[in-house]
């Protein structure tokens, strides 16, 4: 038989709801700085013209080879003289600088796909790139940030190597995080461990379920355009 009582005895024991609560503020507020921040310099990058585009547009997909581990002891070395450490700045300000190289060039490839002729309409309108990527190009782009947004939610909520370098307090941990300390190899007390984790993995399970039209939609919509 079922024992939901695992799921309530587990609240009383680890502070999940706390941990639950932290991983709602770091992984909604991050989601949304990847969306717009991706969002706009993928607009840079498809629609306006500047000297050194090209090059500074394949410099950002020559991130995407830097592996993490590179740029982990000198990111730790600057939250660390700015007081960041212990608190969630270091997991969400990053997503509000461009959101990832992998996003905006999803974001990119999808603005190459829409006619220039929309620009041209609203330019003679009086609109201006801010209006164009605000009132057009935002609406139209909404597939593919549904895709990114999902990439984005299910990437920190189950991040745990941010947290862990991060966060050091109890009340402020994430749930990832949380967990690992919660599993105590003396103790086995498996019931309780996987009611833990079911917290962890139902809001993935919902969010795939709902948006699993929108994710595949998204990923097709951002065909390579070989612009």
């Known amino acids: ?17 706390r941990w639950l609560s932290n991983t709602f503020i770091v992984t909604v507020s991050a989601t949304l700085g990847t969306l717009i921040s991706s969002s706009m310099v993928g607009f ?14 394949g410099l950002l997909l020559a991130t995407m080879m830097l592996p993490g581990i590179v740029t982990m002891i000198p990111t730790f070395i600057l939250f660390k003289t700015i007081n960041w450490l212990d608190t969630f700045l270091p997991l969400i300000v990053p997503s509000y600088f461009g959101g990832g190289a992998y996003n905006i060039f999803l974001v990119r490839q999808f603005y190459l ?11 003679i309108d009086g609109a201006n790139n801010w209006t164009i990527w605000l009132r057009i190009m935002l609406p139209l782009n909404a597939p593919v940030l549904t ?17 862990l370098i991060y966060l050091f307090t109890e009340e402020k941990k994430t749930l ?21 984790a079911f917290y962890l993995t139902l809001p993935m399970i919902i969010i795939f379920f709902f948006g699993q039209r929108y994710f595949l939609k998204g990923v097709v919509m951002t065909g390579i355009t070989g612009r």
């Open 1 to 17: 038989p079922i024992m939901w009582q695992n799921y309530i005895e587990v609240l009383s024991v680890a502070p999940i709801l």
């Open 113 to 123: 796909t829409i006619p220039t002729d929309f620009d041209d309409a609203a330019r």
């Open 44 to 57: 840079g990058f498809a629609r306006l013209r500047f000297p050194g585009r090209g090059f500074l547009f």
């Open 147 to 163: 895709a990114i947004g999902i990439f984005s939610f299910v990437g920190h909520w189950n991040e745990f190597m941010g947290p």
């Open 176 to 196: 990832a995080l949380g967990l690992r300390g919660f599993v105590d190899p003396y103790l086995a007390s498996y019931h309780l461990n996987m009611a833990a």
